[in-house]
């Protein structure tokens, strides 16, 4: 950390203080300094770049730029902020893509909906928004959404318009070349989901892959903007219907953070069992998607057969299956009037994972195909993981010790039991085994949550009736704070920003790993087969929803 | 051979009824196995255990409109589905099926038997190609060239096995190979039913061998096009295809119509039902391979172990039957 702090202070700073356990702040006065301090904080091993993140301050004319970046094995964060002007003229800064390539998408995303200009940026081009929205930069604060959505039709009719017109030129243009072509995988493919790759092939060899994203574009981080501070939750939780209560946790916290509020201790061990409940239901689909890409249905099913207890749950608990709003900011929603009949239903699903899982090992985990189609297949190496931010279970299966509920303790992780899960080789194999052995520690957590209620409620220091709800306060004070959750995915941030007496958030940053796992795509896939897409594909546990949110 | 005669092997047994009867059978069949399997119902309200929801799904499609995508060509788009069909039902009447037809034999009863099953098989596969050319889709060429790269490579240990019986009893007449086969004789060709099987799987692009029409890769290669009839003359086509294969495969090396106390269709069925359980089984359980994972599996380890197959035959001939 004092490192850090050394080279921080080489510079011309406003401010550079401490911040939690694990980041240092500091707030830059020159931009044309930015350059020079990335490289510096990269030669002391702050390698990554989580995400970019512009904060549109219309009343004081700047925008301020929040640069996190993390040291990923060291576990020293640097958030560098830094103003520039908020004229569209005036408004560029230098690119970090060069030095930091895993802040590549996150600069075109802030060019495409603030309108900052990255100088030296390998590729600057709109992204991710809608073709309609190009130029207008619609996350700026004087962007009018309702005069916008007033031409919705005419909107879309141009745009279909325009893909007529290019249609039939488009077949000449792609530039069919012997055994060379382009192939659309996606967005109407059977396994893509809403996602176009580009795939240049020649024959059935891949020679390059150009992902083309937000098909599911919902402008959720404005959409929060709307909403008051309770409503964001619903904003918030739609990120990716799979695992659920996990970004809700994460809001939740940075909410609580900014009114200086310390939720109670049953609520604490509520969500690490509400956590990880959305956790293992999001690993079942994984699992059971990376042999879909296989052709192989049955363990789809059966970990869809599997997961429904884990969903009934949530159900239990919150009256809905996938989008539960379980948690908001204070606590946890309901209170838990007969805590003994959930703890049933949650050791029901637990039972119904260990009955399971000799068969799954044994046909599945052992299946000979697998290990012919999956080993050795699309390795991720440690550089490349800090490289390009690779998060979560995919970090983890290359051995990287990542694991933001021991390296950053939110909710009760850090009373409970638990180690690094990790496996060695990197590859599209042990991307799966991962998953599976994640399930297992995230029962023996629900498992530990349990025990720790249950001897609170014993003991008469929590009360299930009561508890679940702290009071907050109607408006919050200006302020803003960083949170971060271990998502099923891996890496969830949030940026959320207040002003004075504000009732809604003022800007709330959402970042989701499958951005950077969807940029690291071309690299993995490169000079592989045509049959390696699902299977690669699929290993990175990509979601659409939290890639455009 | 009577008009009478004719007509009823054409339209009723072997021919298209009896096609129609076991495309509807094993449609049905393969569904609710592997409902079972994946821990779900399957077909459930139409009819006694839902045995009608795929009669029902076939005239669904054949209601349904065949477009032709304007790309395509429409001669060969539109005629390759109703040849496909008829090539691969003609291998019928080569195989003996049922004691009461034609004194046991096939109802054309030829010294070239496995010649002819194997020629016919083997033509199915071009006709899929150039369904997959005439579509004039990525996604169907690229089907139909991953079909021709499987079926040639494929075909050599097909063949091969296919040989091994017809050395043993010195014939490729298939009711001679049928009524020879005992038990002795069915536990020698054990390695080429085997070996056989696996090809079928290739030939019949069946799991884990799946790799023309990979759903998760290219679409539904050289289906992605066809709707409506046409889509349904080749599924027609695939599963009598199917039905041949596997009738040939319990010919050669099972003992055909010949059961335990007495000797009926119904042992053949059995048998093939048997097949189509084993299919079902690995359909359920094992991933695709990747095509040239599948071609190295061919050429390094089925093909020569064929080989090998005929030696191990040739030997048994001389030193076990001492013929």
């Given at each position: 950390?004092e490192?850090?702090?050394?080279?921080?202070n080489?510079?011309?700073?406003e401010?550079?203080?401490?911040?939690k356990s694990?980041w240092?702040k500091?707030?830059?006065?020159?931009k044309?300094?930015l350059?020079k301090?990335?490289?510096?904080?990269?030669e002391?091993g702050?390698k990554t770049c989580?995400?970019?993140?512009?904060t549109?301050?219309?009343?004081?004319n700047?925008i301020?730029v929040n640069y996190?970046?993390?040291d990923l094995f060291?576990?020293?964060n640097v958030w560098?902020?830094v103003?520039?002007d908020r004229?569209?003229e005036?408004?560029?800064?230098?690119s970090?893509?060069?030095?930091?390539?895993?802040?590549d998408?996150h600069?075109l995303?802030a060019?495409?909906?603030y309108?900052?200009?990255?100088?030296n940026h390998?590729?600057?081009r709109?992204?991710l928004i809608?073709r309609?929205?190009?130029g207008?930069?619609?996350?700026r604060?004087d962007f009018?959404w309702?005069a916008?959505?007033?031409?919705?039709v005419?909107?879309?009719n141009?745009?279909?318009e325009?893909y007529f017109?290019e249609?039939?030129?488009?077949?000449?243009?792609v530039?069919h070349e012997g055994?060379?072509?382009?192939l659309?995988?996606g967005p109407t493919?059977?396994?893509?989901g809403?996602i176009?790759?580009?795939?240049?092939t020649?024959g059935?060899?891949i020679?390059?892959?150009?992902p083309d994203?937000?098909?599911?574009?919902?402008?959720?981080e404005?959409?929060?903007?709307r909403k008051d501070?309770?409503?964001?939750?619903?904003a918030?939780?739609?990120?990716?219907f799979?695992?659920?209560?996990?970004?809700?946790?994460?809001?939740?916290?940075?909410?609580?953070?900014?009114?200086g509020k310390?939720?109670?201790?049953f609520?604490?061990y509520m969500?690490?069992?509400?956590g990880?409940?959305?956790?293992?239901?999001?690993?079942l689909i994984?699992?059971?998607?990376?042999?879909?890409?296989?052709?192989?249905?049955?363990?789809?099913m059966w970990?869809l057969d599997i997961?429904?207890?884990?969903?009934?749950?949530l159900?239990d608990?919150?009256?809905?299956r996938?989008?539960?709003?379980?948690?908001e900011p204070?606590g946890?929603?309901?209170?838990?009037n007969?805590?003994?009949k959930w703890?049933e239903?949650v050791?029901r699903?637990?039972?119904k994972?260990e009955d399971?899982?000799?068969?799954?090992t044994d046909?599945?985990?052992?299946?000979?195909l697998?290990?012919?189609?999956a080993?050795?297949?699309?390795?991720?190496?440690l550089?490349?993981v800090?490289?390009f931010?690779?998060?979560?279970p995919v970090?983890r299966?290359s051995?990287?010790?990542i694991?933001v509920?021991i390296?950053?303790?939110?909710a009760a992780y850090?009373?409970l039991e638990?180690?690094y899960?990790?496996?060695?080789n990197?590859?599209?194999?042990?991307?799966?085994f991962?998953?599976f052995?994640e399930?297992?520690q995230s029962m023996?957590l629900?498992?530990?949550?349990m025990?720790?209620?249950k001897?609170g409620?014993?003991?008469?220091?929590?009360?299930?009736?009561?508890?679940h709800l702290?009071?907050?306060?109607k408006k919050?004070?200006?302020?803003?704070?960083?949170?971060?959750?271990?998502w099923?995915r891996?890496?969830?941030?949030?940026h959320?920003?207040?002003?004075?007496?504000?009732?809604?958030?003022y800007?709330?940053k959402?970042?989701?790993p499958?951005?950077?796992?969807?940029?690291?795509?071309?690299?993995?896939?490169k000079?592989?087969t045509l049959?390696?897409i699902?299977?690669?594909?699929?290993s990175?546990?990509?979601?659409?929803g939290?890639l455009?949110? | 051979?009577?008009?009478?005669a004719?007509?009823f092997?054409?339209?009723?047994?072997?021919?298209?009824?009896?096609?129609?009867?076991?495309?509807f059978?094993v449609?049905y069949?393969?569904r609710k196995?592997?409902?079972l399997i994946?821990?779900?119902?399957?077909?459930?309200?139409n009819?006694?255990a839902g045995?009608?929801q795929t009669v029902y799904?076939v005239?669904k499609l054949?209601?349904?409109e065949?477009?032709t995508?304007k790309?395509a060509?429409?001669?060969?788009?539109?005629?390759?589905?109703?040849i496909t069909?008829?090539?691969?039902a003609?291998?019928v009447?080569?195989?003996?099926?049922t004691p009461?037809?034609?004194?046991?034999h096939g109802?054309?009863?030829?010294?070239y038997?496995?010649l002819?099953l194997?020629?016919?098989?083997?033509?199915?596969?071009?006709?899929?190609f150039l369904?997959?050319f005439g579509?004039?889709n990525?996604?169907?060429?690229?089907?139909g060239?991953?079909?021709l790269?499987?079926?040639?490579?494929?075909e050599?240990p097909f063949f091969?096995a296919?040989l091994s019986?017809a050395?043993?009893?010195g014939t490729?007449n298939?009711?001679?190979?049928?009524s020879?086969?005992?038990?002795?004789s069915?536990l020698?060709?054990?390695?080429g039913a085997?070996?056989?099987i696996i090809a079928?799987?290739?030939?019949l692009?069946?799991?884990p061998f799946h790799?023309p029409d990979?759903?998760?890769?290219i679409?539904?290669?050289f289906?992605t096009?066809?709707?409506?009839?046409?889509y349904?003359?080749?599924?027609?086509?695939e599963?009598t295809e199917?039905?041949?294969v596997s009738?040939a495969?319990v010919v050669l090396?099972?003992g055909?119509?010949r059961?335990l106390?007495?000797?009926s269709?119904w042992w053949l069925?059995?048998?093939i039902?048997?097949?189509a359980?084993?299919?079902v089984?690995?359909?359920?359980?094992?991933?695709r391979?990747?095509?040239?994972?599948?071609?190295k599996?061919?050429?390094?380890?089925?093909?020569?172990?064929?080989?090998?197959?005929?030696?191990w035959?040739?030997?048994a001939k001389?030193?076990?039957l001492g013929?």
């Amino acid at each position: 950390m004092e490192n850090i702090k050394n080279i921080l202070n080489r510079y011309d700073m406003e401010y550079i203080e401490d911040y939690k356990s694990s980041w240092v702040k500091a707030k830059l006065k020159n931009k044309e300094d930015l350059l020079k301090v990335v490289k510096d904080l990269k030669e002391a091993g702050v390698k990554t770049c989580s995400t970019v993140s512009p904060t549109d301050f219309i009343d004081e004319n700047k925008i301020e730029v929040n640069y996190f970046l993390e040291d990923l094995f060291g576990k020293k964060n640097v958030w560098l902020k830094v103003d520039i002007d908020r004229e569209l003229e005036k408004c560029e800064i230098d690119s970090i893509t060069p030095l930091m390539p895993s802040a590549d998408w996150h600069e075109l995303e802030a060019y495409s909906t603030y309108g900052v200009k990255f100088k030296n940026h390998p590729n600057l081009r709109y992204f991710l928004i809608s073709r309609d929205y190009y130029g207008k930069y619609p996350f700026r604060k004087d962007f009018d959404w309702k005069a916008h959505e007033k031409n919705l039709v005419q909107n879309i009719n141009d745009i279909t318009e325009e893909y007529f017109e290019e249609y039939d030129e488009y077949e000449k243009n792609v530039g069919h070349e012997g055994s060379r072509t382009i192939l659309n995988w996606g967005p109407t493919h059977p396994a893509s989901g809403p996602i176009r790759l580009k795939v240049h092939t020649n024959g059935e060899n891949i020679e390059k892959i150009d992902p083309d994203i937000g098909y599911v574009w919902r402008a959720l981080e404005h959409l929060a903007e709307r909403k008051d501070f309770i409503g964001t939750i619903v904003a918030v939780e739609r990120i990716c219907f799979m695992d659920n209560p996990n970004p809700m946790i994460c809001y939740s916290q940075a909410v609580e953070e900014i009114a200086g509020k310390e939720i109670t201790e049953f609520a604490k061990y509520m969500r690490v069992i509400l956590g990880e409940t959305g956790r293992i239901a999001s690993h079942l689909i994984s699992l059971g998607g990376f042999f879909g890409t296989m052709g192989l249905h049955t363990f789809m099913m059966w970990c869809l057969d599997i997961r429904e207890y884990f969903l009934d749950v949530l159900e239990d608990y919150s009256g809905a299956r996938i989008a539960t709003a379980s948690v908001e900011p204070g606590g946890v929603r309901y209170p838990l009037n007969d805590y003994q009949k959930w703890f049933e239903s949650v050791k029901r699903a637990l039972r119904k994972f260990e009955d399971t899982k000799n068969d799954i090992t044994d046909i599945f985990m052992k299946n000979p195909l697998m290990n012919t189609r999956a080993k050795g297949n699309g390795v991720f190496t440690l550089e490349d993981v800090s490289e390009f931010y690779l998060a979560g279970p995919v970090a983890r299966a290359s051995g990287a010790k990542i694991d933001v509920r021991i390296d950053e303790p939110y909710a009760a992780y850090g009373e409970l039991e638990m180690d690094y899960v990790t496996c060695e080789n990197g590859d599209a194999r042990d991307r799966l085994f991962i998953i599976f052995k994640e399930i297992e520690q995230s029962m023996d957590l629900i498992r530990q949550a349990m025990e720790k209620i249950k001897a609170g409620i014993e003991a008469g220091e929590m009360d299930p009736k009561k508890d679940h709800l702290i009071r907050m306060p109607k408006k919050m004070p200006a302020g803003e704070a960083v949170t971060r959750v271990e998502w099923a995915r891996g890496e969830m941030l949030m940026h959320l920003v207040t002003q004075e007496k504000a009732t809604s958030p003022y800007r709330l940053k959402l970042k989701a790993p499958s951005v950077n796992h969807t940029m690291v795509l071309n690299k993995l896939l490169k000079g592989k087969t045509l049959s390696d897409i699902p299977l690669l594909y699929g290993s990175m546990n990509i979601c659409q929803g939290d890639l455009d949110r | 051979m009577s008009v009478g005669a004719m007509l009823f092997y054409i339209l009723v047994f072997p021919g298209l009824l009896f096609l129609l009867t076991w495309t509807f059978f094993v449609f049905y069949f393969a569904r609710k196995m592997l409902a079972l399997i994946h821990k779900r119902v399957g077909p459930h309200f139409n009819g006694p255990a839902g045995s009608l929801q795929t009669v029902y799904d076939v005239f669904k499609l054949l209601s349904k409109e065949s477009i032709t995508p304007k790309s395509a060509d429409p001669y060969l788009f539109n005629i390759i589905p109703i040849i496909t069909p008829l090539v691969a039902a003609l291998p019928v009447i080569l195989i003996p099926w049922t004691p009461l037809i034609n004194g046991g034999h096939g109802i054309l009863d030829t010294q070239y038997g496995i010649l002819g099953l194997v020629v016919l098989i083997g033509v199915e596969p071009f006709l899929l190609f150039l369904t997959g050319f005439g579509s004039n889709n990525k996604y169907s060429f690229l089907g139909g060239m991953r079909i021709l790269a499987q079926m040639l490579s494929m075909e050599a240990p097909f063949f091969l096995a296919a040989l091994s019986p017809a050395l043993l009893f010195g014939t490729m007449n298939l009711y001679e190979i049928q009524s020879q086969n005992t038990w002795l004789s069915a536990l020698i060709l054990l390695p080429g039913a085997v070996i056989f099987i696996i090809a079928m799987l290739g030939i019949l692009e069946q799991p884990p061998f799946h790799i023309p029409d990979a759903e998760q890769e290219i679409v539904y290669g050289f289906y992605t096009e066809y709707s409506g009839t046409n889509y349904v003359l080749l599924k027609f086509a695939e599963f009598t295809e199917m039905l041949v294969v596997s009738a040939a495969a319990v010919v050669l090396f099972f003992g055909g119509y010949r059961g335990l106390f007495f000797d009926s269709f119904w042992w053949l069925f059995l048998k093939i039902a048997l097949l189509a359980l084993v299919m079902v089984a690995i359909r359920a359980s094992n991933p695709r391979l990747r095509l040239d994972q599948m071609l190295k599996f061919c050429w390094s380890w089925l093909t020569p172990l064929a080989i090998l197959n005929m030696v191990w035959i040739i030997f048994a001939k001389i030193y076990i039957l001492g013929v």
